[in-house]
């Protein structure tokens, strides 16, 4: 007997002590949702999700914190009590991937504060806000199978999504769309958007994204990007998916496309190739150019100097393609990223290869018109000079790109970090553009040009960041430091040909006009430019009391470029005509040109925080010292510069509620001229528009200014968001244009502006709910500058005030049932303003309307007919005479096969109506011009797509 019970026991023993041991366990606080104040001795309750029986049970700390192990694999409900407050209920999954489920900061409301809005978790709600992150539910939006996550996305509220894949939120541009928080091929937000699964998205959030610094210390530090962030379901981590799909059509048009995906737990592997001249899929990524393409210099918000672009002797190619032309796709990439060593090491990596040739053909018109009072008269007289010019250009611009990057993240242990970043690009292009241009004053021709110019480029590109952080002892003091490096060399070579005449008037003849000049340039043209750059930024931040806390910084940069340019011509003869034998060299378009930077600097920026408040300001203050050597004529002029950059900044927020955030910010920064304005050697990439630098310029100082509000209801689905942009410049630089109105020549260079300061703004509200199952949304927005440039005309020097406004609002509807139709509409009127101070009565004021939708219908058989349009309509003004008006319509019949319906069958249209223009205008009030650029039309494509998809089922995930 005494064996038996003996037995027993040990056995009940071991048990407990297997039960102890499961690796499935769930952590957490409880925290008032805004006071932020502890809920010790909060009731903790872990239900089975199929029958609501109690599986464990505790209590929280003093500390508001608890956990709870022993549990097993499968689907719980996390049920959260507290004296007088509504009850918390959350769902979650444990498995063999996700042992442990930390809930983090569990936000709980008092009843009495619900009594406005009742907010339960465990409902499928469309919206939730913590803090500055906005987070959409895919749970409460209708998903098409195989629908994308750009899908996804246009139904969300206040974002938008254009045809080609442009992502806007909040009045602003998304430039990076992550996966699960990691980067996804990259810099290419289309390759997630248009490419991963809908149904596979668990949450969408919306946010800034701060910097590495910013995120660790929990202290903005102004560095902000705005980003979306998709979240996957937990089962949807686990196996592999794709598509493949491709097309053939009339005029030759053609496109075809193919990537995989493999998911194993914490790795993800992807691969992808595109080929297209639809102008529809491959186009979107660019170089991570951190250093820039050209020699300039420009400052930063946390006080680093970079290197920027200006004008060039050579035109250059982005390698993009802006809708304008015909485009030739071809790219291609890798991506890999994964956990390991229990999440203590990690790795993202990216490769892409591209090419992107486009062939464009462009008609333009200008117009300068010029009002000049003389007061030396009586009465004073007034004269106005219309200045037009004309001009067909045709370019064949190709580029071919390869670009690699990692990112490696260690985890030292629970108090340091270390972060290693590194991307390389390597690029060639091949432009030749050829122009022939009309100048006219008063409809009288005053000189033409046919000029043609072909550029050859090499460049490389290289940058590296390692990031190290440590949380110390006392809680909230951390130390971190930050070294960034990088190499940019580009050499290009090239030969401009020009032959100028300049005409005028026969005495005895007023309506003839004669030959007064011509000007032939002949001429080889070579650019070496190459940057360097090293910074350090250490940081140390210290807690004063629980609401005051500091952060510290001092970092060194060093900033180094050389440009060497040089034009040649060929010797005895001025007629132009390829040839290999340019050896004079142009002294005046020539230049050896280096740049030495030191810069110190120092800052310290003072955080506050208790409850809803949060508020941060201060300063960093940098001394920058400078030497560049300009060799030009065959004369060495050394020019030396020291300065003193102040870049203050101001950040308050306050949560009005768990579903609603208020927020407003500062920054200045001094801005620097950048080297081209500096530097006075004539560029002559085009005769007619001479650039000369002017070494005497001082800095100017910008202020900005942001705002942002955005409140979201459960009950009544209803979502607000208003946003709100100011800047403003102080000792601007501005053009100063000098124009011959004999010959239509014009000499560029610039000045400092004291007394007026250039302002842009722009702001908008949105508003969203659900009415009778319509989703409903109505948007009103705004933008706007004044900018100012000196100008003289044969006289003395004008200073013009240019000052454009634009205002629209939409309505929008959507409506989606699913497996039946979808409807989504959205269209508004606009009107804009323009005009300038020197042309004082011609206005650019004007009505405009746009409008766009989405409808289809799903018909027996799986059969799906779909159509989609954009339209324009922009009225006449005084500038512009005649109304312009565009619809681009489009269409598909869709044919689905299988039950899974991922094979298919489509037959599209594309701008049904051929009214794309590739049309183009805008005006200031005294300068306006007209753009035309041949463009993909009409076309029918018949394409073949297939969906392949096997998640949920793969083999889980080795720890």
């Known amino acids: 007997m005494k064996v038996t019970i003996t037995a027993l026991v040990f056995f009940l023993c071991s048990l407990t002590a297997l039960a102890q041991q499961s690796p499935y366990s769930v952590k957490g606080a409880a925290i008032d949702s805004v006071v932020n104040a502890k809920l010790h001795y909060a009731s903790i309750s872990i239900l089975n999700a199929k029958d609501s029986t109690l599986t464990k049970f505790t209590r929280a700390k003093t500390d508001g914190s608890f956990s709870i192990s022993g549990l097993k694999k499968g689907k719980f409900i996390l049920l959260m009590t507290y004296p007088g407050y509504a009850d918390y209920v959350e769902q979650f999954s444990l498995d063999s991937v996700k042992t442990t489920h930390d809930f983090g900061r569990v936000t709980m409301d ?3 504060r619900l009594l406005k809005e009742v907010i339960v978790k465990g409902t499928v709600a469309a919206i939730k806000i913590k803090g500055d992150t906005t987070e959409f539910n895919a749970k409460a939006f209708k998903i098409e199978p195989n629908s994308k996550v750009e899908d996804l996305l246009r139904q969300l509220p206040g974002i938008q999504v254009d045809k080609d894949g442009k992502i806007t939120a909040q009045g602003q541009s998304v430039p990076k769309v992550l996966v699960d928080g990691e980067e996804f091929f990259g810099d290419d937000p289309t390759l997630v958007t248009k490419n991963i699964r809908a149904d596979m998205v668990d949450k969408v959030q919306l946010y800034d994204k701060k910097s590495d610094q910013a995120t660790f210390t929990g202290i903005d530090d102004g560095e902000k990007t705005k980003t979306i962030n998709i979240k996957l379901k937990e089962d949807k981590k686990n196996g592999y998916f794709g598509k493949a799909n491709g097309g053939g059509g ?34 979107g990524w660019e170089d991570n150019n951190k250093l820039g393409t050209q020699e300039g210099m420009t400052f930063g918000d946390n006080g680093d100097i970079y290197i920027t672009g200006g004008s060039d002797d050579l035109d250059s190619f982005d390698g993009r393609y802006n809708n304008s032309g015909l485009p030739i796709a071809r790219t291609g990439g890798v991506h890999y990223d994964g956990k390991w060593n229990g999440d203590k090491e990690s790795i993202n990596a990216n490769y892409k290869i591209g090419s992107l040739t486009v062939d464009q053909n462009t008609n333009s018109l200008s117009r300068n018109t010029i009002t000049q009072t003389d007061s030396t008269v009586t009465p004073p007289v007034t004269t106005t000079t219309i200045l037009d010019n004309k001009s067909q250009q045709t370019a064949h611009n190709y580029m071919f790109r390869q670009k690699a990057d990692a990112t490696y993240q260690l985890k030292i242990d629970s108090t340091s970090n270390l972060k290693l970043s590194i991307d390389g690009t390597l690029k060639n292009s091949d432009t030749h553009t050829t122009e022939s241009s009309e100048s006219f004053n008063n409809s009288r021709k005053v000189n033409d040009q046919d000029r043609q110019l072909d550029n050859y480029l090499d460049g490389k590109i290289f940058n590296a960041t390692a990031f190290y952080n440590k949380k110390l002892k006392k809680t909230g003091r951390t130390f971190s430091i930050n070294l960034t490096g990088g190499i940019n060399e580009s050499k290009a070579h090239g030969n401009l040909f020009s032959n100028i005449n300049y005409y005028n008037l026969i005495k005895s003849k007023p309506d003839s006009l004669v030959l007064d000049s011509a000007k032939r340039i002949d001429q080889y043209k070579t650019n070496d430019l190459k940057s360097s750059r090293l910074s350090t930024n250490i940081t140390y931040t210290e807690p004063i009391t629980k609401q005051w806390s500091v952060v510290l910084n001092y970092g060194v940069n060093i900033n180094n470029s050389n440009a060497d340019r040089k034009s040649f011509a060929q010797p005895g003869t001025t007629d132009p005509g390829p040839t290999t034998n340019y050896t004079v060299l142009i002294d005046s378009l020539s230049s050896d040109y280096k740049f030495n930077q030191l810069s110190n600097q120092v800052g310290a920026i003072f955080n506050f925080k208790q409850g809803k408040h949060t508020l941060n300001f201060g300063t960093r203050v940098a001394d920058v010292r400078f030497k560049q050597i300009a060799t030009f004529n065959n004369v060495d ?19 009005i509620s768990t579903q609603g955030s208020f927020r407003i910010n500062y920054n200045g920064s001094q801005t620097q001229p950048t080297i081209d304005q500096l530097q006075p050697v004539r560029i002559n990439n085009d005769p007619l528009y001479v650039t000369v630098g002017n070494p005497g310029l001082d800095p100017s100082f910008n202020h900005r200014f942001f705002v942002n509000y955005y409140s979201y209801k459960v009950i009544s689905d209803q979502y607000i968001s208003m946003y709100g942009s100011f800047n403003f410049t102080s000792n601007p630089i501005v053009d100063y244009i000098n124009t011959d109105l004999k010959t239509n020549k014009n000499v560029i260079t610039y000045e400092n502006l004291s007394g007026r300061s250039p302002i842009n703004y722009y702001g908008g509200l949105y508003a969203g709910r659900k009415i009778w199952g319509l989703s409903l949304g109505i948007e009103a927005r705004a933008n706007g500058q004044t900018y100012y440039s000196y100008k003289s005309f044969n006289g003395p020097k004008l200073l013009n005030r240019t000052t454009s406004n634009r205002y629209n609002a939409s309505l929008s509807v959507q409506k989606r049932e699913s497996k039946k139709y979808w409807i989504q509409l959205n269209a508004g009127p606009s009107y804009n303003t323009g005009e300038s101070s020197l042309s004082p009565g011609i206005k650019n004021n004007g009505y405009g309307f746009n409008a766009n939708g989405d409808v289809g219908v799903h018909l027996p058989f799986k059969f799906e007919l779909g159509t989609n349009g954009n339209y324009t309509y922009t009225a006449a003004t005084q500038a512009f005479g005649t109304d312009f008006r565009q619809f681009i319509w489009n269409a598909s019949l869709t044919k689905s096969f299988f039950k899974a319906e991922n094979l298919k069958l489509i037959a599209s249209a594309n701008d049904m109506l051929n009214q794309n223009q ?18 993909i039309r009409r076309y029918f494509l018949f394409t073949i797509s297939w969906d392949f998809n096997k998640m949920g089922g793969g083999a889980p995930a080795k720890k």
């Open 110 to 112: 008092l009843k009495s």
């Open 637 to 655: 002029n050394t020019f030396s510069r020291s300065f003193t950059n102040w870049n203050p900044q101001l950040t308050y927020q306050m949560r």
């Open 918 to 935: 590739g049309f183009n205008r805008n005006s200031d009030g005294q300068n306006y011009s007209e753009t035309r650029t041949n463009n």
């Open 250 to 283: 009339t005029d030759g048009y053609y496109e075809g496309q193919a990537l995989f995906n493999k998911f194993q737990g914490k790795k993800k592997f992807s691969a992808y190739g595109t080929i297209s001249n639809t102008g529809k899929t491959g186009l």
